[in-house]
């Protein structure tokens, strides 16, 4: 018996999951000379843009818990693009922030975008136009 219903082709799912692993590898040629993996790029790209952040706020921008975070806030560290501080104000909270080096490394990715932009074969109208409707998406599933 075959169920029309779960045939790959009619999955929205798989589509998603598919192109997000394309686009993931399309990046990699452009974080390596960087030293990054994508995920770091991702978080990096948070600390350039909004500045220092308490793990509990990177994890909710990036989408990301804890227990992943973690461990790719360490290799940043490691890496000394990152250093994370106990917030002086409540001991609890742990705070990213973006080293020297780190923000010295956006000027580095700053053309990545627009290379990124390059390699996917869709106007810039209808990059613009997906991105909404994932973003409605997630938002909607929130």
Request: glycine share 6%.
């Amino acid at each position: 018996m075959s169920y029309e219903q779960l045939k790959l082709e009619n999955q929205l799912c798989f589509p998603l999951y598919a192109a997000s692993r394309a686009i993931t590898r399309a990046y990699k040629p452009l974080l390596d000379p960087l030293g990054l993996t994508y995920p770091q790029y991702l978080t990096l790209m948070s600390l350039w843009e909004h500045g220092d952040q308490s793990v509990s706020e990177l994890g909710a921008c990036l989408m990301l818990d804890s227990g992943t975070l973690t461990p790719l806030l360490k290799k940043l560290e490691v890496k000394g693009l990152i250093v994370r501080q106990r917030d002086t104000q409540d001991e609890r909270r742990v705070v990213a922030k973006l080293t020297q080096k780190g923000r010295a490394l956006e000027q580095q990715a700053a053309e990545i975008p627009a290379k990124m932009g390059e390699s996917i074969p869709m106007s810039a109208a209808e990059i613009a136009k997906l991105r909404a409707m994932l973003q409605q998406m997630l938002s909607d599933l929130g």
